[in-house]
């Protein structure tokens, strides 16, 4: 009945009367997005052969595994995702508005934004080692503050025409997109630098969420506006009730709305123990601490070997973190960005490596005894130091006394250190 209702509402339209799309905006996208997908799958070819061949173009920085990854990742977000999601803003949001875009002059400004300010000097400062080690945020912080002015300028191109149409008649895809850009613009400085300011598991908490907001409030609306746009115009027939699409709307922007519980769920379980394994040297069973003061791990493993003695309580940890003063329990290395490690333990020497382990070691082997600098995720500064040990599960940095453990699964990043030695 409602369905009946809007389509009495609507009256027929010569198409001469429907509003202007701009078809050049739509073409320079498209090109754009064909052109970004092509680059984007050529890095992650280079990235999947380094799985199967470590040793493949790693004699220089630019080329390691790290730097092609983030590349491929960000190319296929912003380069081919972010201009095909805006090919068809440009197509369908006069349609479905009933009114042209913004300004044409506004869009080609959004274009060699998205393009030329964000995608290709994204990428340029990956490959020269400017980045920052958290998942699907790899690009650096000069390039956010661009991306963030992007989805300003969308949200203005896109989001005002649509508010401005019959509300109570707007197309389910409206309000996809709708939401798609305002959700994004919101989520997207959480998950790229509120990580950078808040350390450790809450830090990690925040980027998670991101990894989670990048799927569900960018590519899930979008895909969803599209299919329900191009679904029942390639099929000339109407979907089956726009009364049931206006339901999983909202259904999904409750859901989404709610992904915020789990920053508390994960903080709650911030003292649970994380094990790393290593079949060269000691393995290490983590408890976070989120302070000096904070709770540490009770549970030891009984008659663990090779284990760290504990310091005494009236002096801090020898292998204590900068800024932190671990007192008590069993002193151990520093986990950048996870928290500091209460107990070393052996493992059986059998344990079978993954191909991400395999690849990082081959690329810190001919770097053992050299400095080195090591990108971790979820922190926002590398480690440096001499690398002193590389094991099957994580490497060991020596920063000027201070041992640092980093296991293969927390490296985004290995390289030498071409700065010149401070002392």
């Known amino acids: 009945m409602i369905d009946q209702e809007i389509q009495e509402a609507t009256p027929l339209r010569d198409l001469d009367a429907l509003p202007a799309i701009e078809y050049p905006l739509v073409r320079a996208h498209g090109i754009a997005a064909l052109a970004t997908l092509f680059i ?13 061949f470590p040793d493949f173009l790693g004699g220089q920085a630019w080329l390691t595994w790290g730097r092609l990854r983030y590349n491929h990742t960000q190319g296929i977000f912003f380069g081919w995702l972010g ?3 805006l090919m068809f803003c440009y197509y369908a949001v ?10 044409r002059r506004l869009g080609w400004w959004l ?31 000069v390039v956010d503050v661009f991306v963030v002015l992007a989805f ?13 149409a019959r509300l109570a008649g ?68 109407p979907i089956y009730s726009h009364f049931l699409s206006m339901i999983g709307f909202y259904i999904y922007s409750v859901m989404m709305s709610r992904l915020s519980e789990i920053l508390r769920d994960i903080e709650a379980g911030e003292d649970s123990p994380t094990t790393i394994r290593t ?49 008590g329990g069993r002193g151990g290395l520093v986990v950048p960005g996870m928290g500091r490690i209460t107990e070393l333990k052996g493992t059986d020497a059998s344990s079978a490596t993954s191909d991400l382990d395999s690849m990082w070691r081959v690329e810190a082997e001919p770097l053992l005894g050299k400095r080195v600098l090591v990108a ?40 030498a250190d071409t700065t010149p030695d401070p002392a």
Do not use: C
Not at 40 to 52: D, E, H, I, P, R
């Open 40 to 52: 984007s799958v050529l890095f992650g070819t280079l990235v999947a052969l380094k799985f199967n």
């Open 83 to 85: 201009n095909a999601f």
């Open 94 to 103: 006069p349609r479905l508005a009933d009114r042209p875009v913004l300004s």
């Open 111 to 141: 274009f060699v934004l998205w393009n030329f300010v964000v995608v290709l000097p994204g990428w340029i400062l990956v490959l020269a080692g400017v980045s920052q080690p958290l998942e699907w945020a790899e690009f650096p912080l």
């Open 152 to 164: 300003l300028l969308m949200a203005a191109q896109f989001v005002f025409p649509l508010l401005r």
């Open 170 to 237: 707007l197309y389910v895809s409206g309000w996809y997109l709708i939401g798609g850009i305002i959700f994004t613009m919101l989520a997207y400085p959480v998950g790229n630098l509120v990580p950078e300011l808040v350390p450790g598991a809450k830090g990690a908490a925040f980027s998670g969420l991101w990894i989670h907001d990048a799927v569900g409030l960018f590519v899930t609306p979008f895909a969803l506006a599209i299919a329900y746009f191009v679904i029942p115009a390639t099929t000339r027939r």
């Open 279 to 327: 079949t060269q040297g000691p393995v290490v069973t983590m408890a976070v601490e989120p302070g000096p003061s904070g709770p540490v791990a009770a549970s030891h493993a009984a008659g663990a070997s090779r284990q760290i003695p504990a310091p005494p309580s009236d002096r801090p940890s020898p292998f204590a973190g900068k800024g932190r003063s671990a007192t």
């Open 376 to 415: 971790v995720r979820n922190a926002p500064d590398p480690v440096k130091g001499i690398l002193s040990q590389v094991t099957q599960d994580g490497v060991i940095i020596d920063d000027g006394g201070t041992k640092v453990g980093i296991s293969y699964t927390r490296v985004s990043a290995i390289e």
